[in-house]
């Protein structure tokens, strides 16, 4: 699970952390929303034994393959990497076994090549740092300069530099009250030639300035532990070095596309998952959960000759770069006249198998959270189907925010209903979460969150044997109507399926890094 970039192809990568809040939610009939698909004229599939026919066991043997894939490449399955390909070809091969033709949707993209990206004090000692986005490149080699501190750690304002000797020197703060930002501003103007922000957490800082121009010296962001020792370098006179310098290059990736070629053309549910993992591991959970399930749901629907409206499937490229390979997707269906419109919703999977999990649906009808961006019409009754099922099952679960940090993004802004599932990243889980669906509290629902150990023995079968189902009810729901959603019921004319809609060769506009998520603005 992604939202924009981190740090880039400097050896070992480090990651930011967003997480999704859940709040709790009551269970079953506190959360009956109503609205779900009523029973379709035509050829209605039974949503109920298609959930059954979604087992765990299936899913599992997905989630083994793409552990022989990390195994076997360098331990991760990356874009860009031959371990994302080798999921690729594992993926198409399942379906085209299933029934299914297969198609590659490539993309291109500029990415931000690391050429530097360390900090090393005068003894010889070096620390690695994340050049901030927006911010310019050091010279080569770097800027070599004393170092100085702010009087009151955070840096924020010019009071901050009252009585510091801060001209000519390379300026170490801390993160907190202001935005990155403000604080190089802040520095630059009291005359630092370079800016380096610790974090106030055990974890690298991957942050951004906001905008190109806001400075013209180097910044870069710092893990807590190693920002402490620089303050106690600095504090002892020791000189500092920072170097930071990337390079742009194209680069070229692809997304897995197939769909039944049962249904009717002009009404089609979509549905996707990432396939990419972080280079920091195989990506198990992150997301070779949501992939895995999707495979399953998609294998079992291949079985299904008779079905009212088309369902496609995609296995997003990219996304840990900064949901690359969806937007690219979705722009260029909507340079096409009549695409998007052909899509009547879409759900997204991204981490459906949390060892600490919680059993969250996008709040796409906003009940808990206000959205931070406009929530296309269709998109509640797309979330009532998920949860109508969870409340017809006793299954309790809880909103997540409709933020768009996954690949529903690019759906929505271009106004796409939309909503999906999603079992925790690395917010903490609560007493009342475990309280509904058992774990540990005052832990991350994914304590491995992209890293190397999440691998298989990091899926939950318990959460997969919960999530499976639901997508599965889900899909085959909407496989049946969708009238509740954009009021378009029954077969339709299916004398004229013409198959997956063929893809050019779209330009990703995300400015990625190798291994790329979103950057914390303060």
């Avoid at 291109?108 to 986005?133: C, K, N, P």
């Avoid at 170097?243 to 197939?258: G, I, Y």
Wanted: net charge negative.
């Amino acid at each position: 699970m992604a939202a924009r970039r981190t740090a880039g192809f400097a050896g070992t990568l480090a990651v930011l952390v967003l997480g999704t809040s859940a709040l709790l939610v009551p269970p079953a009939a506190a959360h009956g929303r109503g609205g779900g698909p009523g029973p379709g004229p035509g050829h209605a599939i039974d949503a109920e034994r298609f959930a059954r026919q979604v087992t765990t066991r299936g899913v599992w043997k997905h989630l083994e393959a793409f552990q022989r894939v990390a195994d076997q490449n360098d331990g991760n399955r990356a874009a860009l990497t031959d371990g994302y390909e080798a999921s690729a070809v594992y993926v198409e091969r399942t379906l085209r076994r299933a029934g299914y033709t297969t198609t590659r949707d490539p993309f291109t993209f500029g990415l931000e090549v690391i050429d530097a990206a360390s900090l090393t004090l005068g003894t010889g000692e070096t620390f690695e740092v994340d050049q901030m986005l927006y911010a310019p490149n050091s010279a080569e080699g770097g800027v070599t300069a004393p170092g100085s501190l702010p009087g009151d750690t955070t840096g924020c304002t010019a009071d901050s530099w009252a009585g510091v000797e801060a001209v000519g020197t390379i300026a170490v703060i801390s993160r907190g009250v202001c935005s990155f930002a403000e604080k190089a501003v802040a520095a630059a103007d009291a005359g630092a030639v370079g800016v380096v922000v610790y974090n106030n957490i055990e974890e690298m800082l991957f942050g951004t300035l906001g905008a190109e121009g806001v400075v013209q010296v180097p910044v870069a962001g710092m893990s807590l532990a190693d920002g402490q020792a620089v303050v106690a370098a600095v504090t002892a006179g020791t000189p500092l070095t920072l170097d930071t310098r990337f390079h742009p290059e194209e680069r070229e990736s692809f997304n897995v596309l197939a769909e039944t070629r049962a249904g009717r053309d002009d009404n089609v549910v979509m549905l996707g998952a990432h396939l990419d993992s972080v280079e920091d591991g195989a990506g198990l959970n992150d997301n070779g959960s949501g992939s895995a399930v999707l495979l399953e749901v998609a294998v079992q629907l291949g079985k299904q000759k008779k079905l009212n409206n088309t369902v496609r499937f995609a296995w997003w490229g990219a996304e840990e770069l900064g949901l690359i390979g969806s937007t690219a997707y979705v722009d260029e269906l909507a340079t096409q006249e009549g695409e998007l419109d052909r899509i009547a919703t879409y759900l997204n999977f991204d981490m459906v198998g949390s060892p600490n999990y919680i059993i969250g649906v996008y709040d796409a009808d906003e009940s808990t959270y206000p959205a931070p961006v406009e929530v296309p019409e269709g998109s509640a009754q797309t979330e009532a189907v998920l949860t109508d099922w969870f409340d017809s099952t006793g299954q309790p679960w809880v909103d997540t925010e409709f933020s768009g940090r996954s690949d529903y993004e690019a759906f929505i802004l271009n106004g796409v209903p939309a909503s999906g599932l999603f079992t925790g990243a690395d917010d903490i889980k609560t007493p009342e979460e475990v309280a509904l669906f058992g774990g540990t509290p005052d832990i991350r629902h994914d304590p491995n969150y992209h890293t190397p150990a999440d691998d298989l023995a990091n899926v939950s079968r318990e959460a997969i044997g919960i999530m499976a189902p639901a997508v599965a009810f889900a899909t085959a729901s909407l496989a049946r109507d969708t009238s509740a959603i954009n009021g378009v019921s029954g077969p339709g004319d299916q004398g004229h399926h013409h198959g997956p809609w063929k893809p050019g060769k779209g330009k990703g506009h995300w400015r990625g890094h190798e291994n790329g998520t979103m950057e914390k603005a303060a």
